[in-house]
C-alpha cells in the first residue's frame, strides 16, 4: 500500500540552524512527491515537489531529494529563520491519475531567534 | 495567483445538525478532492470528484457525508448529521494537469 513516515516534533532550533526532517515512503509503482507547509492559522502551501527518482525540489531555501533507493524525501535547509515556524508535511501522489495524496502526521517546527 | 477559496472558515454546529461546506477551486481544474485534520492528528483523505461523479473515497466517507459541484464554480461537502467526532479542519483541493493538489484555507468545524 502507501504511506508516508514522517519525522516527529515538535522540533526547536536557533535562528541560522541547520534543518532536517525526515520522511519516507511506501508505495506502489513511481510516486510523486512533495512537502507541504501549513504557517499558524492558514492552510496547506505547496513547498516543492519531486516527480522522479533523484530530483531535487527547491523553494524558499528548502531542499528535498526524491531517492528511490532509501524511499525518502527528507526536507533540509541550512540556515532556518523565525518565518520559517510552521508545519511541515510530506506527502505522495501515488501517480498522475488524479488519485488522493498520502500525508505524512506532520511535523512542527519553531525557530526561536 | 488562482487559489481554492473555502468557506465559512469557522463552523460551530450541534449534533445531529447537517452542515454544507463550501469550495472555489481553481476555475480551470478538473480534479476535486476533500481532506480532513482532526486536531493534532494526520491530514486524511475523504473523496475525489472528477467528471460530475465520486472517482474514489475513502472509509470515513459513509453514507453521513456528500459531495455535490452544483454549477461550474462551487464544490461543497454535506455532513448530514453531524457527530462530535466529525469536528476537524476540512481542506478542499483541486487539480489540473500536473500531479500538484492545491489546497484551500480550511473550514474549522466544531461539532458540540
Known amino acids: 500500500g502507501n504511506s508516508v513516515t514522517q519525522m516527529e516534533g515538535p522540533v526547536t532550533l536557533s535562528e541560522e540552524a541547520f534543518l532536517t526532517i525526515n520522511c519516507t515512503y511506501t508505495?506502489?509503482?513511481?510516486?510523486?512527491l512533495f512537502w507541504y507547509v501549513q504557517y499558524p492559522g492558514e492552510g496547506l502551501q505547496l513547498l516543492l515537489k519531486?516527480?522522479?527518482?533523484?530530483d531535487k525540489g527547491s523553494n524558499k531555501g528548502f531542499e528535498a531529494t526524491y531517492r528511490k533507493e532509501t524511499t525518502s524525501f527528507h526536507l533540509e535547509k541550512g540556515s532556518v529563520q523565525v518565518s520559517d515556524s510552521a508545519v511541515y508535511f510530506c506527502?505522495?501522489?501515488?501517480?498522475?491519475?488524479?488519485?488522493?495524496?498520502?500525508f505524512g502526521t506532520g511535523t512542527s517546527l519553531t525557530v526561536i531567534p | 495567483e488562482p487559489e481554492v477559496t473555502q468557506t465559512p472558515s469557522h463552523q460551530v454546529t450541534q449534533m445531529g445538525q447537517e452542515v454544507i461546506l463550501r469550495c472555489v477551486p481553481i476555475?480551470?481544474?478538473?480534479?476535486f478532492y476533500w481532506y480532513r485534520q482532526i486536531l493534532g492528528q494526520k491530514v486524511e483523505f475523504l473523496v475525489s470528484?472528477?467528471?460530475?461523479?465520486?472517482?474514489?473515497k475513502s472509509e470515513i466517507f459513509d453514507d453521513q457525508f456528500s459531495v455535490e459541484r452544483p454549477d461550474g464554480s462551487n464544490f461543497t461537502l454535506k455532513i448530514r448529521s453531524t457527530k462530535l467526532e466529525d469536528s476537524a479542519m476540512y481542506f478542499c483541493?483541486?487539480?489540473?494537469?500536473?500531479?500538484?493538489?492545491?489546497f484551500g484555507p480550511g473550514t474549522r468545524l466544531l461539532v458540540l
Open positions: 470528484f472528477y467528471n460530475n461523479e465520486i472517482s474514489e
Open positions: 519531486a516527480t522522479k527518482a533523484d
Open positions: 483541493a483541486s487539480k489540473g494537469e500536473s500531479e500538484t493538489q492545491y
Open positions: 506527502a505522495l501522489s501515488p501517480t498522475n491519475t488524479g488519485n488522493q495524496f498520502y
Open positions: 476555475s480551470n481544474h478538473l480534479y
Open positions: 508505495a506502489t509503482g513511481y510516486p510523486s
